[in-house]
């Protein structure tokens, strides 16, 4: 790990970064490539328990459907990113190839697992406020439908919309939960239930220069990619 530690800083000249996750605690890798472990949480919804009301209608996502989200998702996000001349701001989000990816291996579960074969991955919601969207995986064997990627929409009804979009997928799975990384304190409020700090697959960010990690989103072990949000001081 240290070899390919050195290796990236020739590469990137010292101005690069890397991504890993962790299953073997905080320390290992810091101390062996200089991956200092971020902060994780996770936001677990019950789906036998849990029901969300006055929700707005949401839409129902194909592959191709999702992949136009995710490039609208794009444009919003750089929008976002204006503004602060002090630093430069790196999100990482799910790529078209990478949710084509994870369709597929939740296909092939659901084969041999002889479950219906899922068809859609996520939902969309829209109102004269804004949209937002969500998109999901299936981990069979944590029964979870876990979030790659969820854009809350300006509304409290559209975000419990898309809550209960994923719950009722989780149902349709005979899954658990819902899982969703690093959620946000409205998102605790909307869920009614507190975040809880991740003992596996800990994200480890190596950098060439200090900064701070804004936001981190699962896109699933399976992917070994997170998306976060990382801020880097100039």
Request: hydrophobic share 40%.
């Amino acid at each position: 790990m240290r070899l390919l530690s050195q290796r990236i800083r020739e590469m990137t000249d010292g101005r690069g970064f890397s991504v890993l996750f962790s299953d073997v605690g905080p320390d290992f890798y810091a101390k062996n490539g200089g991956w200092n472990v971020c902060d994780a949480t996770e936001l677990v919804i019950p789906s036998i328990s849990t029901i969300f009301s006055d929700t707005s209608p949401v839409e129902s996502l194909s592959l191709k459907q999702a992949e136009d989200c995710i490039n609208d998702d794009v444009k919003i996000l750089k929008e976002e990113f204006l503004g602060d001349p002090e630093f430069t701001i790196i999100q990482m989000i799910p790529q078209h190839t990478e949710l084509e990816w994870a369709t597929l291996r939740d296909k092939q579960a659901a084969q041999y697992l002889l479950h219906e074969e899922p068809n859609v991955v996520g939902v969309k919601v829209s109102s004269p406020k804004g949209w937002g969207y969500v998109l999901w995986f299936h981990e069979h064997k944590k029964s979870s439908l876990t979030v790659l990627r969820l854009r809350e929409p300006p509304t409290d009804d559209g975000l419990r919309g898309l809550l209960g979009a994923a719950i009722s997928e989780a149902k349709k799975s005979a899954f658990q939960k819902v899982t969703i990384w690093s959620p946000s304190e409205r998102l605790e409020n909307v869920a009614g239930i507190k975040k809880v700090v991740r003992k596996g697959a800990l994200p480890g960010l190596r950098r060439g220069r200090e900064s701070t990690l804004a936001n981190n989103r699962k896109t699933g072990m399976v992917l070994d990619h997170v998306p976060m949000r990382v801020k880097l001081s100039l």
